[in-house]
């Protein structure tokens, strides 16, 4: 973990002046980026050594070793996942001129200390004003035995726009009810009363 806290840090602080340069213009499909992203985020954690200016700024080849990588069985049925999802959204290279800093930042840096990436759904839902008896805890993969990494506390609110795994676990994004900010994301056993909306000020989608 520590070579993924690292390179979060660096997204954070060390963008190049040229890539915020990029940012400034229109927007790009959130969709579509946040694919692109995860696959290239599965080679990154193998090794692989990008050759795009893009991927040489997003995902840095300090410590890369070949272009040749071999993955992981899970993570080859990761990324054949992510690639079906692309192609039958209409995904091409994510055009980062008309992508918004301030919004994919939080997302990247948290989404580093993932062990297991979600798939996108095109639909979404929402609990707004979660009001709970508990928190519950996030995790960086759908198991018990991962590493938690944040909350759900009383009175965020809990975005789902990803597939669930196993009908048991949701991946989520929360944000604090009054004022909007991300705050955390991650695999959760949802309760019953999430999906009832009895444990929400408004359900939504």
Same mark, same amino acid.
């Given at each position: 973990?520590?070579?993924?806290? !690292?390179?979060? *840090?660096?997204? +954070?602080?060390? @963008? ?5 340069? =990029?940012?400034?213009?229109? /927007?790009? #499909? ?67 001129? !008309?992508?918004? *800093?301030?919004? +994919?930042?939080? @997302? ?5 200390? =993932?062990?297991?990436?979600? /798939?996108? #759904? ?84």
């Amino acid at each position: 973990m520590p070579r993924i806290v !690292s390179r979060s *840090l660096g997204l +954070v602080f060390g @963008l190049s002046l040229g890539l915020l340069a =990029l940012m400034q213009t229109a /927007r790009a #499909d959130p969709y579509c980026l946040e694919l692109w992203f995860d696959r290239n985020a599965i080679f990154d954690r193998a090794g692989y050594c990008f050759n795009s200016s893009l991927g040489k700024t997003v995902f840095d080849n300090s410590d890369c070793i070949s272009q040749n990588v071999q993955l992981s069985g899970e993570a080859e049925r990761q990324v054949g996942e992510i690639r079906r999802e692309e192609r039958a959204n209409g995904c091409g290279r994510p055009n980062f001129t !008309s992508f918004d *800093l301030q919004e +994919v930042i939080p @997302l990247l840096r948290l989404r580093w200390q =993932l062990e297991e990436w979600p /798939r996108r #759904d095109i639909a979404g839902s929402a609990c707004i004003g979660y009001n709970g008896p508990q928190q519950l805890a996030l995790r960086a993969r759908p198991s018990t035995n991962s590493r938690i990494l944040g909350t759900i506390e009383v009175g965020d609110d809990i975005s789902y726009n990803h597939y669930p795994k196993n009908e048991t676990w949701s991946f989520v994004t929360t944000r604090d009810g009054a004022s909007g900010q991300a705050k955390a994301l991650g695999w959760f056993i949802e309760p019953p009363g999430i999906t009832s909306g009895a444990w929400c000020r408004v359900l939504a989608g």
